[in-house]
């Protein structure tokens, strides 16, 4: 059974980083097709942030994000990351890593992943 774990989340001032992390049990993230970040902030609905294709580092983003953010891998720790910059209150919410197992073109769209991790809250303070 496959189970993805979020960590890095936290109560953060406005304008500062942080760093989320995502490791996988049952199942390496390095053999999924591709893997991505999502989030839900209060009272909203799940909202795409970033994908990327584990092997040939494809990325895709999302809208909201404007080049604050930046999703990769680490091979060796098995690990998918999402750096944030420039953190606004906006970008409060419940940060959810996923991943799916068809190939093709990186997709947005929540229901085309697969395996959901439980969430970590980042909470930015203006």
């Known amino acids: 059974q496959v189970q993805l774990v979020e960590s890095g989340g936290g109560l953060v001032q406005a304008g500062t980083s942080l760093r989320l992390s995502c490791t996988a049990s049952?199942?390496?993230?390095?053999?999924?097709?591709?893997v991505a970040w999502f989030r839900q902030g209060p009272g909203k609905e799940r909202e795409f942030v970033a994908a990327?294709?584990?092997?040939?580092?494809?990325?895709l983003y999302g809208d909201s994000i404007q080049d604050r953010f930046t999703i990769s891998t680490d091979s060796a720790k098995n690990t998918l990351y999402l750096q944030m910059n420039g953190l606004k209150h906006d970008d409060t919410a419940v940060y959810y890593c996923?991943?799916?197992?068809?190939?093709?073109?990186?997709?947005?769209?929540?229901?085309?992943?697969?395996?959901w991790g439980q969430g970590t809250q980042v909470t930015v303070s203006s």
């Open positions: 049952g199942r390496p993230l390095s053999a999924h097709a591709a």
């Open positions: 990327i294709r584990w092997r040939g580092d494809t990325t």
């Open positions: 996923s991943a799916r197992n068809s190939f093709g073109p990186l997709r947005s769209q929540a229901g085309a992943y697969t395996y």
